[in-house]
């Protein structure tokens, strides 16, 4: 079942994902790249130097997938960048379910001012590496070059990837692909329906909320029901399944690994959830 998610990653302390333009900008691009493969959408994002946020619309598998890609693509740039061998290695990804409409306006005014709450001195439109300059802009069109056009040589060094983009990925001049090509701005603008109401939250201090909403959501577990109805999608896309009876006992340790993770299920619930005696889980988690 689709969801809103917020995903964010805890910041790096010692390093930095994105050091200079040139790492924002391929920042930037591997999110293009990532949401081609996956049933997602997004809905706003930024980037800061150590940490990123996505408000994201899919099911939880599916936003996972993502997450795990894109962190996974800012490593191998870290790597091949500054021969970081550690890279994202120890860097946690939250992913929290968006429950109400009062927690995704919230959320997403949270994740568009970012760049205030760490004293960049920006309205978060002027923001370049985030997606805040998108909403309620009068349908202004930015320009560019349209990717699929390029030779195969120039389109390779701006995406690092061979993969087969739509044509409406437009590139600028600085060899960004446009976030209006990846972005779903009408989905914002819809929560909020009216450009004075997001200037409202942008303009309130949202994070002391925010924040208690994620603190509260790591301590809180989902009962047996709630992880029930989303089972089905988890074993469907990560095991190409259609029941838990179909699972191998291989497959089945597999899922508890994953019921830990994603609902932070406890030992007894997962023995339960999975039908294994709950020393073999214990085992596992």
Known sequence: MKSYYHISSHGLERNDIFKKREDFIAGMNDIAICVLG?????????????????????????????????????AMRMRLAGGEVRGMR?????????????????????????PLSAGILLMPHHYPWSSAALYFNGGIQQTGERLNEMSERKRF??????????????????GMIL???????????QVFRH?????????RKVENDVE????VAEQISMTDQEILTQLGDLIRNEFRKESLSELSMEQRIR????LKRNFRAGIKQIARITRLDSETVAKVV
């Open 157 to 174: 060094r701006i995406l690092k990837s061979r993969v087969v983009v739509p044509d409406r990925y437009l590139v600028d001049g600085r």
């Open 195 to 203: 450009p004075s109401r997001l200037m409202m939250y942008l303009a």
């Open 38 to 74: 996956f049933d997602v959408s997004i809905l706003c994002f930024c980037l800061m130097s150590n940490h990123f946020h996505f408000v994201l619309y899919g099911t939880l598998a599916e936003c996972r997938k993502f997450s795990e890609e894109y962190k996974r693509r800012c």
């Open 255 to 258: 899922l508890c690994l994953l």
């Open 90 to 114: 120890d860097v946690e990804v939250q992913i929290s379910l968006v429950d109400s409409q009062e927690y995704l306006e919230n959320v997403i005014a949270y994740v568009l001012r970012n």
């Open 212 to 215: 208690i909403q994620l603190g």
């Open 179 to 189: 976030p209006s090509c990846y972005v779903d701005s009408n989905a914002v603008e």
